[in-house]
């Protein structure tokens, strides 16, 4: 099936306007920003979480569920069904920690929590509400994963902002790493239909809890934020961040809103890394 470039007439703008959206992870942090800038580009926006928005959130649509479970699945694409009665776009924001120790020291279970929600919660939404966008002929979903499927971290110690015992990626790693393949199949097999998939992978992201760490450890050190979060890039990768900076949770949020609307109709099967230049050349 060949499908006309929405570019063809003019060029869009990233208005989202009648947009249905479902963002996982929605609450906090990365997913909360990404709601609220797909939200103020005039999309109608559904997040799930386990935790519940504050009050005074912007978005009125809100369901709860642990997505690691087949039970949250099933309750969110029901309200999905019930409430949107469809999807256009489809953010998969939802991750995991890191864990505590070495890799010895991560059991099965936590393997298994960790490949539940930071894997198989993408491929069990995209089973149960891509095939309504191959139907409808068009459709975007979005997978963020992180830089660190790539590059894993081991014995991280951050102090205040987690603790003495050294903590490791290597299960979301190799989570978010089957997640950027699998992205890549699905793409392949949905673009004919005219549904775009691409993967998101960000480095360290400053979000207001990191910003809140990051306060508490300057206070402490007699120094400022700005320090601090060098200090913590350069614990987290060998040579820190060549932008001097960690990302922002809007500026991630930016490229999803593009990715997410017209401006990208030609993307598909890509993953694009927003992370400062922290990931090396290879």
Do not use: C
């Not at 891509?130 to 971290?153: C, D, N, Y």
């Not at 979060?229 to 809103?257: F, H, M, S």
């Amino acid at each position: 099936m060949t499908h006309a470039s929405p570019l063809s007439d003019h060029i869009p703008d990233e208005n989202l306007r009648g947009k249905r959206v479902l963002v996982t992870g929605g609450t906090q942090g990365l997913g909360a920003a990404i709601a609220e800038r797909l939200s103020r580009a005039g999309a109608t926006v559904l997040v799930t979480a386990r935790t519940t928005p504050p009050s005074d959130a912007a978005h009125p649509l809100f369901v709860s569920a642990d997505l690691s479970t087949i039970s949250g699945i099933e309750t969110v694409v029901d309200h999905v069904r019930h409430h949107l009665g469809g999807l256009d776009v489809l953010i998969h924001n939802v991750g995991a920690s890191l864990t505590q120790g070495g890799f010895a020291d991560v059991d099965d279970q936590q393997w298994t929590k960790i490949l539940d929600i930071a894997l198989m919660a993408a491929v069990r939404l995209d089973r149960a509400l891509v095939p309504g966008m191959v139907a409808a002929g068009h459709g975007v979903v979005l997978h963020v994963t992180t830089i660190q499927r790539g590059m894993p971290l081991t014995n991280v110690r951050l102090g205040a902002m987690g603790g003495d015992t050294p903590q490791n990626s290597i299960a979301l790693s190799a989570a978010k790493a089957a997640l950027t393949v699998y992205s890549k199949g699905l793409a392949s097999e949905v673009a004919p239909a005219g549904v775009r998939v691409n993967s998101v992978a960000p480095g360290f992201i400053l979000t207001p809890a990191t910003e809140e760490a990051a306060d508490r450890l300057a206070h402490d050190a007699g120094t400022d934020r700005a320090t601090v979060l060098r200090q913590i890039a350069d614990a987290l990768y060998p040579g820190g961040i060549p932008l001097g900076r960690p990302v922002t949770t809007a500026e991630v949020a930016e490229l999803v809103a593009f990715l997410s609307s017209d401006r990208a109709s030609g993307i598909a099967g890509a993953e694009h890394v927003i992370d400062g230049g922290t990931l090396p050349t290879v």
